[in-house]
T-cell receptor, first 111, second 116 residues
Framework: GQNIDQPTEMTATEGAIVQINCTYQ??????LFWYQQHAGEAPTFLSY??LDGLEEKGRFSSFLSRSKGYSYLLLKELQMKDSASYLC????????????WGLGTSLAVNP | GAVVSQHPSWVICKSGTSVKIECRSL??????MFWYRQFPKQSLMLMAT?????????EQGVEKDKFLINHASLTLSTLTVTSAHPEDSSFYIC????????????FGPGTRLTVT
């Protein structure tokens, strides 16, 4: 079966660091994505990991361990505008290539 | 680059009528487009995958006769919700991928459908 787990909600303070975890069990794997989605808007691309390790892009970093079926998104120097839902998605391999989505983590950044 | 537009951004229709939503890739050719539905505080649910010039592949549980998808060109896909019911009220989002960057999907801004 296909399963992606991430926490439902998280709260953090402006200026702090927060780590959002994602674990997955999928029948195929061709990379893992993190997207940010503000309420009422479409998702925006944050990162893509296909190899193990850490990918850093400004204040955001994403980590992948394929052997553990685990990823995390690290947000540094949190800003109020980072309050959003963060979606973990696995790209399914094979002919029927599609994204399998987690339910998303709603992050609230407080002053 | 890689901009996807959707039209309309919101629509209100009466129960029993049909609504067409357009998804366009503005500055690239989209080999594949995806249609999603999202209910409040829930994640994206893939409805169907469409490739230009061929029939769409629908996910299990999605009625293909109710949600008609046409992908007539490399820059345009349409979703028609036929005989709409209030339970079809949702946020519909399309995304597109290209042949040269097939690992990333570019999302449209979404269409808010309300059926009264």
């Amino acid at each position: 079966g296909q399963n992606i787990d991430q926490p439902t909600e998280m709260t953090a303070t402006e200026g702090a660091i927060v780590q959002i975890n994602c674990t997955y069990q999928t029948s195929g794997f061709n990379g893992l994505f993190w997207y940010q989605q503000h309420a009422g808007e479409a998702p925006t691309f944050l990162s893509y990991n296909v190899l193990d390790g850490l990918e850093e892009k400004g204040r955001f970093s994403s980590f992948l361990s394929r052997s553990k079926g685990y990823s995390y998104l690290l947000l540094k120097e949190l800003q109020m505008k980072d309050s959003a839902s963060y979606l973990c998605a696995v790209l399914h391999a094979g002919n029927n290539r599609k994204l399998i989505w987690g339910l998303g983590t709603s992050l609230a950044v407080n002053p | 680059g890689a901009v996807v537009s959707q039209h309309p951004s919101w629509v209100i229709c009466k129960s029993g009528t049909s609504v067409k939503i357009e998804c366009r890739s503005l500055d690239f050719q989209a080999t594949t487009m995806f249609w999603y539905r999202q209910f409040p505080k829930q994640s994206l649910m893939l409805m169907a995958t469409s490739n230009e010039g061929s029939k769409a592949t629908y996910e299990q549980g999605v009625e293909k006769d109710k949600f008609l998808i046409n992908h007539a060109s490399l820059t345009l896909s349409t979703l028609t919700v036929t005989s709409a019911h209030p339970e079809d009220s949702s946020f519909y989002i399309c995304s597109a991928e290209t042949w040269d960057r097939t690992y990333e999907q570019y999302f449209g801004p979404g269409t808010r459908l309300t059926v009264t």
